[in-house]
């Protein structure tokens, strides 16, 4: 990478950091500055580093944008759970796009993806509706099937960096699941968003190798 990407992934790396210190110590204010703005950086290095291929980057930045978007309507006072979802879901998909720009085409990889997430999707449905939110069936279970086809999409590709990244935007999304239908624990809004900000990061390095 440039030494300009360098820096500015060193940049989101410490918004990350102190996005991640705000969430610790429940700082609304902290939250809302460094949230959005780590992805920002990384949107930017993104663009400015030199990738394996110029499709695949350009998919990629417009992914991380359209998670910047989920991330504000999820830090929101208000209740944007379904505009978030929706923005990711879109993020997802152009992430498929993106990742199938350069793939070994492996996807018997990606068959232990499907098992797990078919496991954690179910007890994801089966939280929203004695939550008593059966209209978010549908679009949780489309978001679901996304986020599947995005994973299954890194593993195959060969890429690890990315497969990496891939999965651990999986366990961050079911986290969130987890703790808005299932059960929340004090420890998982840190975990979610750790996870969260490691598997953009990742994905952004992966242009490059």
């Known amino acids: 990478m440039t030494t300009l990407t360098n820096g500015l ?28 703005l780590t992805l920002v950086l990384m949107i930017a290095a993104a663009v400015a580093l030199d990738p394996r291929s110029s499709t695949q980057r350009t998919w990629f930045v417009i992914a991380l944008v359209l998670s910047l978007a989920g991330d504000v309507f999820l830090m929101l006072p208000t209740d944007a759970f379904v505009p978030g979802l929706a923005a990711f879901l879109l ?12 793939s070994e085409g492996n996807w018997w990889f990606a068959l232990p993806i499907v098992l797990i997430t078919g496991v954690l999707g179910t007890r994801l449905v089966r939280g929203i509706r004695v939550a008593g939110h059966s209209e978010l069936v549908a679009p949780v279970v489309a978001y679901v099937l996304t986020i599947l086809v995005m994973v299954s999409s890194a593993v195959a590709s060969g ?6 990244g891939a999965v651990l935007f999986m366990v961050s999304d079911s986290f969130i699941g987890e703790d808005r239908f299932v059960r929340s624990r004090p420890w998982q809004p840190i975990t979610i968003i750790v996870t969260y900000h490691v598997a953009q990061a990742l994905l952004v390095i992966s242009l490059t190798t």
């Open 9 to 36: 992934m060193i940049a989101a790396g410490i918004a990350a950091l102190g996005n991640w210190v705000s969430v610790v110590r429940r700082r609304p204010t902290g939250i809302y500055v460094y949230k959005p």
């Open 91 to 102: 993020g997802h998909i152009a992430y498929v796009v993106g990742l199938n720009q350069a």
């Open 159 to 164: 890429n690890v960096v990315a497969a990496i």
